[in-house]
Each structure stands twice: as structure tokens, then as C-alpha cells.
């Protein structure tokens, strides 16, 4: 496809459940980045890979929290006995270079709104 | 720890109106972007600029960012509904991370 997407785009769990948030990039792109962005706010940097090796998980909020992108292209955020403060929306970025990422474009998909109840 | 600060959060004016909006660092940037969010969309680049001083625009756009690389402010002349949107300052000082501001909210009232 010609940008980022992502699945699905809305997910209502409840509390305890596990979830799987899918992003697919934009083909060849080396890096990818997932973000949190909890209502009225900006997006906060989870965790950033380069094709597939996770570089930095410093943002990952607890080891409830999972990522991976096994052939360093499509990424799966995980998220076990989600909580209600779990809930956000989930962006995802890709970029076509392997560093520099304040210097180019991240290209986000939609997002996955998570609902917790 | 980096702090990250934009002003106004909010702000609603009719169309046709000029306003500018701010975003400040407590810590010098390797470069700073500005976005812009829709609803249920994904941040869009605006632009980036990586040197102090700089003045740049983007149609209606005029973007300006600080000698000391800590400040900037991006200013919308004649604004239209179309630039309703959420106006996000990104910094980012070399590593992995890029650090978001919580943005400023502008709604413009046809």
C-alpha cells in the first residue's frame, strides 16, 4: 500500500484480556516506531526497531507491555492483562532511513484506538 | 529530563484570523519538527529545521525557531477551516526517540 496501516483501528477490551495491535509499514522502510497517545495529548515513543531488532523498548510502560517485528517489516504491539489506563490510541511510524529520525519523516498510520473497559 | 512545552492548548478563532502558537524546550535541540494531527488520523509533517535562527514557510505558514535552539513559534496568517487540526512540536536530541509536546488544539470557525 502507499502508507502506513494499521489493524484494527478500534478494539474495545475487557480488563485482563490480552491484545494484538497490528502496523504495517511502508514497504522497505528500515525503521519503524510505535507511539501511545492518551486523549488530549501527543504521542509518546514506546519502543523503536531497525528492521527487525528492537533498538530501544525504554519506553514501554511495563513488561505487560510486548513488541516485535520478526522479519523486519510488519510489528505487533502486544498488550497482556490490559488495564484500564492501557487505554489510548496506538500510532505507529515508519521511516525510510535507519537513523536521523529527527532530521526526516516519519510517516504514521491511523492509529488503533484501545478502549479498556 | 527534557521538558516540552506548547502554548496555547487550545485556541478557536474565525477564518481569516492570524494567531501564532509556541513551543519551548528546556534543552537545546538537534533539530525540531513541527506536525499536524487530524482526528482519527496519523501526525503530518510540516517541516523541520535543524539550525538556530531559521525562518521558514510553508504557504500561510511562517515557522521561526530561536538563535539558542530551544524555542519556536509558528504563526498562520488568514487561517482557513482546513487548518483545523492538532499542532504538535517534536524534538528531538540524537538518540532513538523523537519527544512530542502536548500540542495546541486550533479550531477554526468558518
Known amino acids: 500500500g502507499a502508507g502506513v496501516s494499521q489493524s484494527p483501528r478500534y478494539k474495545v477490551a475487557k480488563r485482563g484480556q490480552d491484545v494484538a495491535l497490528r502496523c504495517d509499514p511502508i514497504s522497505g522502510h528500515v525503521s519503524l516506531f510505535w507511539y501511545q497517545q492518551a486523549l488530549g495529548q501527543g504521542p509518546e515513543f514506546l519502543t523503536y526497531?531497525?528492521?527487525?531488532?528492537?533498538?530501544?523498548k525504554s519506553g514501554l510502560p511495563s513488561d505487560r507491555f510486548f513488541a516485535e517485528r520478526p522479519e523486519g517489516s510488519v510489528s505487533t504491539l502486544k498488550i497482556q492483562r490490559t488495564q484500564q489506563e492501557d487505554s489510548a490510541v496506538y500510532l505507529c511510524?515508519?521511516?525510510?532511513?535507519?537513523?536521523?529520525?529527527?532530521?526526516?519523516?516519519?510517516?504514521f498510520g491511523p492509529g488503533t484506538r484501545l478502549t479498556v473497559l | 529530563t527534557q521538558l516540552l512545552e506548547q502554548s496555547p492548548q487550545f485556541l478557536s478563532i474565525q477564518e481569516g484570523e492570524n494567531l501564532t502558537v509556541y513551543c519551548n524546550s528546556s534543552?537545546?535541540?538537534?533539530?525540531l519538527q513541527w506536525y499536524r494531527q487530524e482526528p482519527g488520523e496519523g501526525p503530518v509533517l510540516l517541516v523541520t529545521v535543524v539550525t538556530g535562527g531559521e525562518v521558514k514557510k510553508l504557504k500561510r505558514l511562517t515557522f521561526q525557531f530561536g538563535d539558542a535552539r530551544k524555542d519556536s513559534s509558528l504563526h498562520i496568517t488568514a487561517a482557513q477551516p482546513g487548518d483545523t487540526g492538532l499542532y504538535l512540536c517534536?524534538?528531538?536530541?540524537?538518540?532513538?526517540?523523537?519527544?512530542f509536546g502536548k500540542g495546541t488544539k486550533l479550531s477554526v470557525i468558518p
Open positions: 534543552s537545546v535541540f538537534s533539530s
Open positions: 511510524a515508519s521511516l525510510n532511513s535507519g537513523g536521523g529520525a529527527g532530521y526526516n519523516e516519519q510517516f
Open positions: 526497531f531497525q528492521n527487525e531488532a528492537q533498538l530501544d
Open positions: 517534536v524534538f528531538w536530541a540524537g538518540s532513538y526517540q523523537l519527544t
